[in-house]
């Protein structure tokens, strides 16, 4: 009589043929859709009449073609939550019984597998059995495929830091660093917009090199609403939905980042990264920028001590205009690229007298306005310098003789109307052209014998020495 199989023996047999196949093939395996799939596909060959489920929580990537829900926690399923928040089977007993297994692994649990039966009976203990361990297996396995994508991640994170960091070490330019910061930025966190904020004086300036939409009104109201924030505990902010901030940013974006740059255990800058839609960025991706911003601020920071230190150099402590040195050398460079330029060679008349009747403190105050006057009357190429005592100078290059002697008059005019006490000035106006040869000796010597003529002629006026007029 030929030996029959049992038919239970042989379902048992299929069920754990697969729970063997499929743990192969999820220790072989470091993706997550693939291990989830395998759930899926698993449990459909085995109880094919069966409904399944996928719980997850808001932060998984799987595959929008698996059978995924949300599990949130304000959820009405309390069997589901039940099932996660104590990592254990749950059973409900309606009409079509539903069972929770929990993916869960040594560190933690991962999701909720949710298996809906067709039949009116229980799942039957060895069905359930079943359930869980595949669901174990399976929780092990997106353990392991996390952990893995998550190193993964870290080594990524690390290597643009340090690749970050030696870039940082190697610019000398702060413009350049903090417009390579802003690529960087918005390469690796898909941002909308970026901004290098720092703190002067109790005051806040955008670096060059920040998104265009910081210089803007709205950025400006939204750069203070962020400062007003961290003022008190000097923490980041991590916003997946702009709320609290002015509403013209809330209409423009949907997420914001901002981390304070810290030197010296003190802030000075922040910060600031923007996304188009509502949790644009991950806090992982917060993380990883709270590291980029800490490594980038000491950087940031000697960065823009050197500039204060070069601009000292090259400028005079009363009244801010570029020191002779600095004048000369521009001169220099201008006579081997431009065409033309003007020199203007400035004294304030009577001086001596001023400082007399009002002293010297308010001698310096005069002093500091015409320069002021200077500086706003210029173009950014022009420079104004302090020649020394009350002889101030302008260089026009790219200017005519003649635009410059009327620029000279122009200020000259300015001077007497706007400084208090009220100063004249006389100007000896030189200037050099590419068609004649010359060195700024010379240029220096024409405007100094036309600025001896102008107060020899009475002070108060202008006095021309053209190159071309011997």
């Known amino acids: 009589?030929?030996?029959?199989?049992?038919?239970?023996?042989?379902?048992?047999?299929?069920?754990?043929?697969?729970?063997?196949?499929?743990?192969?093939?999820?220790?072989?395996?470091?993706?997550?859709?693939?291990?989830?799939?395998?759930?899926?596909?698993?449990?459909?060959?085995?109880?094919?009449?069966?409904?399944?489920?996928?719980?997850?929580?808001?932060?998984?990537?799987?595959?929008?073609?698996?059978?995924?829900?949300?599990?949130?926690?304000?959820?009405?399923?309390?069997?589901?939550?039940?099932?996660?928040?104590?990592?254990?089977?749950?059973?409900?007993?309606?009409?079509?019984?539903?069972?929770?297994?929990?993916?869960?692994?040594?560190?933690?649990?991962?999701?909720?597998?949710?298996?809906?039966?067709?039949?009116?009976?229980?799942?039957?203990?060895?069905?359930?059995?079943?359930?869980?361990?595949?669901?174990?297996?399976?929780?092990?396995?997106?353990?392991?495929?996390?952990?893995?994508?998550?190193?993964?991640?870290?080594?990524?994170?690390?290597?643009?830091?340090?690749?970050?960091?030696?870039?940082?070490?190697?610019?000398?330019?702060?413009?350049?660093?903090?417009?390579?910061?802003?690529?960087?930025?918005?390469?690796?966190?898909?941002?909308?917009?970026?901004?290098?904020?720092?703190?002067?004086?109790?005051?806040?300036?955008?670096?060059?090199?920040?998104?265009?939409?910081?210089?803007?009104?709205?950025?400006?109201?939204?750069?203070?609403?962020?400062?007003?924030?961290?003022?008190?505990?000097?923490?980041a902010l991590f916003m997946g939905e702009i709320k609290q901030m002015p509403e013209s940013v809330q209409l423009q974006f949907g997420s914001l980042m901002a981390i304070p740059m810290i030197h010296s255990n003190a802030v000075n800058g922040i910060a600031i990264v923007l996304g188009d839609e509502p949790y644009s960025f991950s806090f992982e991706k917060f993380k990883l920028l709270q590291s980029l911003i800490q490594r980038s601020s000491l950087a940031v920071a000697n960065l823009m001590l050197r500039k204060k230190l070069e601009k000292m150099v090259i400028t005079d402590h009363l009244t801010q205009l570029y020191a002779r040195n600095y004048l000369n050398d521009m001169i220099e460079k201008s006579m081997q690229t431009d065409r033309e330029g003007t020199f203007i060679l400035i004294d304030l008349d009577d001086f001596k007298e001023i400082n007399d009747t009002y002293g010297h403190q308010t001698g310096d105050l005069v002093l500091i306005q015409v320069a002021n006057l200077i500086k706003s009357s210029l173009r950014s190429t022009d420079i104004g310098a302090r020649w020394g005592g009350e002889e101030l100078a302008i260089y026009l290059p790219g200017v005519s003789i003649e635009k410059g002697s009327s620029i000279a008059q122009r200020l000259l005019n300015h001077v007497s109307k706007h400084t208090k006490p009220s100063v004249t000035m006389s100007c000896g106006v030189s200037n050099w052209d590419s068609s004649q040869p010359d060195e700024v000796t010379h240029l220096f010597s024409r405007a100094d014998t036309a600025l001896y003529e102008a107060k020899n002629a009475g002070k108060n006026q202008v006095v021309v020495k053209d190159i071309f007029i011997q």
Do not use: C, W
């Not at 759930?39 to 995924?68: C, G, M, W």
């Not at 690749?163 to 910061?181: D, G, M, P, R, V």
């Not at 960087?184 to 005051?203: H, M, N, P």
């Open 1 to 235: 009589m030929p030996n029959r199989t049992n038919p239970i023996e042989t379902s048992e047999e299929i069920k754990y043929r697969e729970l063997y196949r499929v743990t192969e093939k999820f220790h072989s395996s470091m993706d997550i859709n693939s291990v989830l799939a395998e759930i899926i596909q698993t449990l459909k060959r085995v109880f094919p009449a069966y409904d399944y489920f996928l719980l997850l929580s808001n932060d998984h990537d799987a595959s929008e073609d698996l059978p995924i829900k949300n599990l949130e926690y304000n959820s009405e399923n309390a069997s589901a939550i039940a099932s996660y928040v104590n990592a254990a089977v749950e059973l409900e007993d309606i009409e079509y019984p539903v069972m929770y297994a929990p993916l869960k692994g040594k560190q933690g649990v991962y999701g909720v597998l949710q298996v809906k039966s067709h039949l009116t009976y229980p799942l039957e203990n060895r069905q359930i059995d079943f359930i869980r361990l595949l669901a174990n297996t399976a929780g092990s396995a997106l353990e392991n495929a996390k952990l893995y994508q998550q190193s993964q991640k870290l080594v990524e994170d690390l290597r643009l830091i340090d690749e970050i960091s030696q870039k940082l070490n190697s610019t000398s330019s702060l413009a350049e660093t903090i417009n390579y910061l802003h690529q960087q930025i918005r390469k690796s966190f898909q941002a909308t917009a970026v901004g290098f904020i720092i703190l002067e004086d109790d005051e806040s300036r955008v670096l060059e090199g920040s998104s265009n939409y910081f210089e803007q009104e709205p950025g400006k109201e939204l750069i203070q609403a962020v400062l007003r924030r961290i003022e008190n505990n000097n923490e």
